[in-house]
């Protein structure tokens, strides 16, 4: 049976909300674990609003609050029916997705989804300080896994699978982008190869934002170092949240789509492109042309194949 | 119908076990102290995870309830079924043919046997369907005959709801429920299987498609939308009829044709199983502010390029005002007497029959005319003083606007309550497919129980549960 554009635009915003809900809480715990360590007078608000900026949330943040601290940025992320990014926002636009694709999706990957909100949805934001907003962000991140798991295990490889993963990787490389672009410049090449206090405060941020900073040791063997960062996170096809590793998964998902439908659409060629910045290069020619522009780039490239496959396949 | 003992269907008046409750009497017997409790917990949780709730109205999205659902299902005797399947095809034949009259020659009028002013100026009547011929010349093919029991052998129609009658999920549920939960009671009885509803529905929608549908005519179930309190059932029934479930925007006309927006382009469609009332079907035709139809839909059926199933119009066959006169119209196209008793049902309209009613309004049920819903409804018996002269006044004023009926004493059955099992009053809804080539009626149907001691309000919303229905085989 052939699937309606909308159901495949349901499916594929579906895993990018899960996924964006995901990637909300671990920026949020990355400023949180910032704002407790640093000891400089204002860095722990400067730390949360970086991880605003990296989330392009500050502007509306500064319009809805004066202070940036651990309670308003937490509630601002986490809780905010206002603020589209926030956790509330994205489980909602997940499982209000997922009910429109009930017959799309199986059981499992709808209790999944909906016990998840369920849950969410009766946090009462006031409860939420301290070891409590710690748990409470590891729990976004399981139910993250969870659902992702639950459609791994029990979803037909059809075009509703192809959908769904496509969502998930476009988000997930549109926000390991961000995340690098907030923080390129302690990425540069400089004379100094052994970094100082605040360089290494800043890698790690940037590697705990991608669930990185464990994995790292074990590809690098090596202490942190920002040219084997940035080759990480852009470069590494065994890192799962690398861009070549995200725009690769895409691509694979698309190609399912072409051999499913039997034709090429314009999304494949938008694909091709994007493909064609991570592949053939290598970390000195990145920073040859620019890192910040590399990056600029690739955020742009990847947003043309998400409109692109909302086009290719009627989405409204 | 006095005000006696209501009948109980698992009893004789003299307290012995009548025949078709034989082996659930037996049943329940050896059932373990708090074994009914247990099973209750099990299929609240079976409920929930198969996701059959339904949406409350007004309340924080993401709270849908399970409706409740009784753990000893409601029996139906073979002989007795047979019975009340008769009258039902005898009545949706007769209403069907009933409609393709009114939208064309209307016999009935010009014959006096229905007065003209009660179609032609009803709010329920559609003259955008004169003229129209619809495939097979079916109009209403998927009926709920909403039918109480007082006795053993006295089955009255309450209601022949013939626009978009829900709850079949719910009747396919629960028997997949109390086949988990209760496997030895079945290995007792020989029940009639219900489980073939979508597949007899998909056969149904298939053999009404227009000509031009090729061999697999492409079917789309229309629902509001996932905040419709109904939408688990449109999905349900779109899921296990392998139809495309859709919304009014993801179908379009084009040319006279109806298509829906795949992945790989427009595919032409050939039959809507639509669940959205008639009014908001299509704004080109009806209100032209609804945002949940399809623009240009109504001519394509017009032209006999899609079929809709049910036609618009068919509520002017289950109007509250029509129902009175079934009998009649059962006669004047079938020439048959009616097998399935309509309530007495008084006219207010004439002057005896209301100096009756308004004096004996405490023991009566006053309907308006074109509520549902159980709005505009007075129970005479469960009301206050005042209620009752309320609905005298309003009676009155508008003699058309009501029906008037005595209060049913509806059998019980029953049913698992704290501490133990006790009688609850039952309704009874079978599910009739009208078909191009067939009538098919599901064994059974939706049994609604009052869970509340004495009460006879089985609607959901006011804590009324369902039942699994067996009729058995003989």
Redesign the interface.
Known sequence: MRMLGRTAQNLFWLSRYVERAENMARLLEVGYRMSMTSRREGGASEHLISMLQAAEMDELFAERHEVADVDTVAYFMMFDPENPSSVYSCLQGARTNARSVRTAITTDMWESMNGAWLEFSQIKPKDVRGAKLAGLLQWVRQSSHEFRGALLGTLLRDDGFAFLQAGNFVERADNTARILDMKYYVLLPRSSLIGGEIDIQQWTLILRAASAHRSYGHVYHDRYKAHNIADFLILRPEMPRSLIYCAGFVQQNLDLLAKLYGRRESCHDAMDNLLKLVEDTSMDQIFSHGLHEFLDEFIARNNTVSETLSTSYNFY | MGDTTPFDEMHNADGSIREPYRALSGWLDEQPDKGLGLMQADAEAIFR???ITFAVYGS???TEKVIPFDVIPRIIAANEWRRLSRGIEQRVKALNAFLYDIYHRQEILKAGRVPEKLILNNAAFCPQMMGLEPAKGVYAHIIGVDIVRVGPDDFFVLEDNLRTPSGVSYMLEDREAMMLLAPDLFQRSKVAPVENYPENLRRTLESVAPASAGRNPVIAVLTP??YNSA??EH?FL??RM?A????G??LFVDGGKVY??????P?RVDVIYRRIDDEYLDPLTFRPDSMLGVPGVFDAYRAGNVTLVNAPGTGIADDKAVYTYVPEIIEFYLGEKALLNNVPTYNCTDRDQRAWVLENIGDLVVKEVHGSGGYGMMVGPTSTKAQHEEFKKKIIARPDNYIVQPTLALSTCPTHVDGGVAPRHVDLRPYVLVGGDEVRITPGGLTRVALEKGSLIVNSSQGGGTKDTWVLED
Do not use: N, P, V, W
């Open positions: 995870k198969l996701g924080e999205e993401g939308g996932i939408y688990f999905s779109a899921d392998g495309q479930l859709c919304e925007h993801d829906m927006r795949t992945t790989t382009g595919e």
